[in-house]
């Protein structure tokens, strides 16, 4: 492909063309991205993490004394 031939395919390019081909690059990048930070986060934050806080909040619930009986029977 010689340079006339590349400068032609791209003149031919329409203004909607271009518009599309920008529309699905920033679409690409948007779902690259979030798949990129899920990832991540996931990795940085272990489940391990979280469940630990859920175990301690459920066991300083057990330990408190029951404030109002008529709920818990």
Not at 40 to 60: C, I, P
Request: hydrophobic content about 40%; some cysteine; aromatic content about 8%.
């Amino acid at each position: 492909m010689t340079y006339t031939d590349t400068l032609t395919y791209l003149s031919e390019l329409t203004t909607i063309q271009v518009i599309g081909m920008l529309f699905a690059m920033i679409c690409l990048f948007c779902i690259t991205w979030t798949i990129l930070t899920y990832i991540t986060t996931g990795l940085v934050s272990s489940a391990k993490d979280q469940n630990k806080e859920l175990l301690d909040n459920m066991n300083r619930l057990d330990t408190k004394p029951n404030i109002n009986q008529k709920l818990t029977k």
